[in-house]
């Protein structure tokens, strides 16, 4: 026998000169003798290619103890009734017959014999090699008959077993039992994986007998020989599948390894299999399968070739491109996470996958949009619910949504979301086997995750087109497998948060942040700081830093992106709904021709509402599920807090409370961070806060307050005014009922010492700050970010603690609060102006439209035009309502809670003239115009708007100087206007009748201090001690206060005791019948009076008859 050592590719040369051979010779039923498989260099014929495998020689027999050899019959085809009567066992040890164990092994291993009688006895199921018996024969004249199948020719016996071909025809009529014996429909994968199986079988077997350490380990090493040969040509068929007989139309080669890994799966459909059980690889096989692959074929990365496109073809099975994707019956792409997991949990494989070309493809043709089809996973990882990718989802779980019960909603959701859950941790899984494969592995993830970033670079482009870039999907599941890698750094109490390397952008070019805009720093500047602070000296950033700059890149551009596509699905849907409302108008068009076609565009509307409807239930489906939110919120939280730490001076926070407001110079290394890391926690806790606000109740609340106040309190530390904005929009959001009662914030706002101190301040400093953005929507974003802090002031009025905030400012910031105060004046002096004009011109077009005869007489045109102009009277009407409402609801609680700084000179008299004007307008000859059809409409609510601008003259009632600049009010200020304003409030129950008695002293002070104006110009200076010492008018009736003596006029301190029964003077506790008529000084003040040339004046009335409050008129409603 030879023991020349061979290879598969050495045996596939002498396989093609012995077929070319009985070609070319007669057919005989023999084999022709002397012929020997002595192996021919490969290179003689053709070269392998460098992929192919080459098998390990076959190792010489080790020592064996010392036996006397006989010829033997396989045990395997031993009739049962040959088998000898179990006698006693011996009582010394048992020993392994080697020669004669290894002969019947490896024939039962390979199911082969080269004795022909044992291939009867069993029924041609042993194999007869009859050709390898004639050659092994003649090599060895005087050897045992027939020869053994030992382990020194296995490598001659598999391959005389694999030549064989069951199609095939022969002359040789004593091997024709063979050939029809043999499995038709084998393949040599499918018996390799059968001698693999048996070869299993025999060394449980041998292990189990308790035979001697020494025999056993030499029985053990001839068992690891043919395990070694069975793995190289199982590998190479894999690899070569065309290089052994093949049945017909089976599946061949890689596809034949990828079917039970796929198949790993419980919940993947099984696939109809010819094969006998004993040949093909079950769940409980394919690991050690896999293990021993690994081990033959890793050294010098052989196993690339083997397993690569094993890999290859699972990752783009065709079940993962059916477009019902997650949703699909077979649920296939369950088998093939299955089939990758099983991979991955070997070492060797996956430290393979990312050394794959397919891993990370190059090369101009691979795009942002193309990216998740050529890379090797990611046609895993674009699985999803989003619409644009995977329309189906939406279609089969949203559709028709109207009249089904709420309960199918929630199911499909639930249910979607557990589909999501189970794909997004294995492929965590996956990803994690990868990393800790080996460094290089690790890095060819890390580099894979940037490839994404960089490839997609455009994406959070307000106006990029998403066939552009990648889907929604892809970047989303990205998302989530980077924030499983983040939670191990994201402990509760920051312990690694020192391990972020915040100079990472200055030593790693993994992420380029060349043209994103800086947080507070020209290009010019952020360059200089990346050179100044570059060392090619350094070492490389740690894992946890890789991780934590990558997820805060792969959030800006991908997870925020697709937040925003949900967002503006939400405004399609309030377009939509507004369009068809406007549709539907009053419903005349059912009695006129035109019913017909307003029908079809309604429809049409409310298809397309449906459509974006059930696109929204989609993205909810992901963007909210609670898992995914919380494992957001807790990385948003983490960012917040390394940002709030590098701008520590003190570099202590969150371990100690951060001192607001921060210092006035700026870190350079918090200037020059990328906008977007900023920018996007600030979107993510306004998503949050207006989608999942439940969420941030168990961890979160705390953090983002904390994080709004720290940089609107030192708003010098950002440049885009559109961030502070938001800000303050997170605390407004926070602010809202979101379950109808519970809000997220307004608890802290009321408790936690921060807010306490610092929220009213802050709101004053951003109102003022939005009044110049230099953005094209400065309009529209100070007036909604001023609406919002107006709410924000309101949630926190009831508390003392912010209204001492409040008074605290105007003692230490007076010019602050009184630009703030102007402002507000700007505004509620704008505002109403818009939207009184507005709801008239309301008025006049629906008073026209009223008349039905003569509108239906105008043209088409002109019906048409002035519905247009209709539809943006009333968008803008409502918007201009609301927002004047609010910040006049401003005005009446700051003035009620502070009066000082209403009367500071540049404020006073503007605010007087605003109130008188918006009164003229609500009470006055004008107030007919405002008469509208559904005022609620627009948020018109003119009995509640009266109420608030009568409030704001009660509360500054008590002030000379503003009784002074309402009377020097030449332009709107009437005494009948606060006598039909009273009138109204007392039928509408609007005030109290103190309160109304209180305006009409107030009024009566109004029109004295006109007459005192004009007896000044009468007469010249009058004499101090004539005027009354609170509103600077001359006394009428002077009465001394019995604690403070101080003299002051009787219905000055009337008015006063109706809101504070205490002597303004000294606050000592004061009843109005208590005070004293200074009889004396009242005679003098006629006398002077007296003396005017003008006697039709106040001062030539009583004060009772002065102002009437009895006014039944109405105000517009």
């Given amino acids: 026998m030879s023991n020349v050592p ?496 915040i100079n990472y952008f200055n030593q790693s070019n993994r992420i380029n942040i060349a043209e994103e805009t800086r947080v507070n720093a020209t290009s010019e500047e952020a360059e200089k700081w990346r050179k100044e602070n570059s060392s090619t000296n350094s070492a490389p950033p740690n894992f946890i830093t890789e991780i934590f700059y990558l997820t805060l890149a792969m959030n800006h551009f991908g997870y925020q992106k697709t937040i925003s596509s949900f967002e503006e699905l939400v405004k399609q849907a309030d377009d939509m709904a507004r369009h068809r409302e406007e549709l539907e108008g009053d419903g005349s068009w059912r009695e006129s021709p035109m019913r017909p076609r307003v029908e079809h565009a309604i429809n049409q509307v409310k298809a397309e509402e449906e459509k974006i409807k059930s696109q929204q239930l989609a993205y909810a489906v992901q963007l909210c599920d609670p898992e995914l939110v919380f494992r957001s919120i807790s990385f948003v939280n983490f960012v917040s807090a390394w940002i709030i730490r590098s701008v520590d001076p003190t570099h202590s926070y969150p371990k100690n409370t951060i001192e607001l407001p921060l210092p006035k110079e700026v870190p350079m290394a918090f200037r020059t961070m990328p906008e977007f890391a900023i920018e996007d926690v600030v979107d993510y806790h306004l998503f949050v806060s207006r989608n999942a606000p439940a969420t941030l109740e168990l961890a979160g609340k705390t953090e983002l307050l904390i994080w709004c106040l720290t940089f609107l309190t030192s708003t010098w530390y950002i440049k885009n005014p559109s961030i502070k904005s938001h800000l303050v929009f997170v605390l407004f959001y926070g602010s809202w009922p979101y379950d109808g009662r519970r809000t997220l914030l307004v608890g802290l706002f009321n408790s936690h010492p921060m807010a306490l101190k610092h929220l009213m301040s802050a709101m004053m400093t951003i109102y003022i700050e939005v009044e110049q953005t230099g953005a094209s929507s400065q309009f529209y974003d100070k007036f909604s970010t001023r609406r919002y802090i107006a709410s924000i002031f309101r949630a926190v009025w009831n508390n003392q603690n912010h209204r001492e905030a409040l008074k605290n400012e105007t003692r230490h910031n007076m010019d602050k609060f009184i630009h703030f105060v102007n402002l507000m004046i700007n505004d509620v002096t704008y505002l109403m102006d818009e939207s009184l004009a507005d709801l008239a011109k309301i008025h006049e077009i629906q008073t026209e439209m009223g008349d039905t005869a003569t509108y239906a007489q105008q043209s088409a045109q002109h019906r048409r035009e002035r519905e247009g102009t209709l539809r943006t009277l009333e968008r803008q009407a409502t918007s201009y309502v609301s927002l004047g409402d609010s910040t006049v609801a401003l005005l009446k609680v700051f003035t009620g809670e502070t009066k000082a700084p209403f009367m500071a000179p540049e404020i006073r008299d503007r605010l007087a003239a605003m109130l008188d004007y918006n009164l003229d307008a609500l009470v006055g000859p004008r107030c007919q115009d405002l008469r509208v059809q559904n005022p609620e409409k627009y948020k018109f609510n003119p009995k509640q708007l009266l109420g608030d601008i009568l409030q704001v003259y009660l509360n500054l009632s008590d002030q000379g100087e503003f009784a002074q600049a309402v009377a020097a009010d030449g332009r709107s200020y009437r005494k009948e206007l606060f006598e039909r304003a009273a009138g109204i409030a007392r039928k509408r129950v609007l005030k109290s009748e103190d309160e109304i008695e209180r305006l009409r002293l107030f009024v009566v002070k109004v029109e004295e201090t006109k007459a005192t104006m004009e007896a000044e110009d009468d007469m010249g200076e009058i004499p101090d001690e004539f005027l009354d010492p609170l509103m600077y008018t001359v006394m009428r009736d002077p009465v001394i206060l019995p604690t403070s003596k101080t003299t002051i006029d009787r219905s000055t301190i009337k008015s006063h005791l109706l809101s504070d029964a205490t002597d303004p003077f000294n606050r000592q506790p004061l009843k109005f019948e208590d005070v004293l008529p200074d009889l004396e000084l009242k005679a003098r003040i006629d006398q002077f009076l007296s003396e005017r040339r003008n006697k039709n004046t106040a001062f030539d009335q009583p004060a009772e008859d002065l102002v009437h409050m009895d006014t039944s008129e109405d105000v517009a409603d």
């Fill in 6 to 501: 061979t290879n598969p590719q050495d045996d596939a040369e002498r396989i093609r000169l012995k077929r070319l051979a009985k070609l070319q010779g007669p057919v005989s039923s023999s084999s022709t003798p002397g012929q020997s498989p002595s192996p021919a260099p490969s290179s003689s014929t053709s070269t392998p290619p460098p992929a192919k495998v080459t098998p390990p020689p076959v190792r010489a027999q080790p020592p064996q103890p010392p036996v006397v050899k006989k010829p033997i019959t396989p045990a395997v085809v031993q009739p049962p009734i040959a088998s000898p009567v179990p006698q006693k066992r011996p009582t010394g040890p048992v020993h392994l017959d080697l020669p004669s164990w290894e002969a019947e092994t490896v024939g039962k291993v390979f199911n082969v014999t080269l004795d022909k009688a044992a291939a009867e006895r069993s029924g041609w199921e042993v194999v007869w090699l009859k050709e390898l018996a004639e050659e092994l024969a003649e090599e060895s004249s005087g050897g045992p008959r027939p020869v053994p199948t030992t382990a020194e020719i296995a490598d001659r016996l598999l391959i005389s077993r694999l030549e064989l071909d069951s199609q095939s025809m022969s002359d040789d009529l004593d091997f024709l039992p063979v050939l029809a014996s043999l499995p038709p429909q084998q393949t040599v994968f499918e018996y390799l994986v059968g001698c693999w199986k048996r070869l299993n079988i025999a060394r449980t077997a041998l292990t189990k007998r308790g035979y001697p350490p020494v025999e056993t380990q030499s029985a053990l090493a001839i068992l690891e020989q043919v395990r070694e040969l069975v793995i190289s040509y199982a590998g190479l068929s894999l690899q070569e599948p065309e290089m052994f007989p093949q049945p017909s139309g089976r599946p061949l080669g890689v596809s034949e390894l990828v079917i039970p890994l796929v198949h790993l799966s419980s919940l993947s459909t099984p696939l109809l299999s010819t094969s006998s059980p004993t040949t093909i690889l079950g769940p409980n096989d394919v690991e050690p399968f896999l293990q021993d692959l690994v081990r033959r074929f890793e050294p010098d990365n052989e196993i690339d070739g083997i397993l690569g496109p094993v890999v290859q073809g699972l990752c783009h099975h065709e079940s993962l491109i059916k477009p019902e994707g997650l949703s699909g019956g077979d649920a296939g792409w369950r088998g093939i996470i299955g089939g990758l997991e099983a991979l991955v949990s070997i070492k060797g494989v996956a430290n393979m996958i990312p050394r794959l070309p397919a891993w990370n493809p190059e090369g101009e043709s691979v795009k942002a949009n193309n990216f998740e089809f050529v890379s090797l996973l990611g046609p895993l990882l674009r699985l999803g619910v989003f619409q644009r990718e995977w329309p189906s989802i939406a279609k089969a779980y949203f559709t028709k949504t109207e009249g089904r019960p709420s309960s199918d909603e929630e199911s499909a959701t639930a249910s979607l979301r557990g589909t999501l859950k189970s794909l997004q941790s294995s492929l965590f899984q996956i990803f994690n086997a990868l990393v800790r494969a080996s460094p290089e592995s690790r890095e060819a993830v890390l580099q894979y995750f940037a490839r994404i970033i960089a490839l997609n670079d455009k994406r959070a482009g307000k106006y990029i087109e998403a066939e552009t870039v990648a889907s929604d999907s892809f970047m989303v599941n990205v998302q989530a497998i980077l924030l499983r890698f983040c939670e191990p750094f994201m402990d509760a109490n920051y312990t690694k948060i020192d391990r972020i390397d």
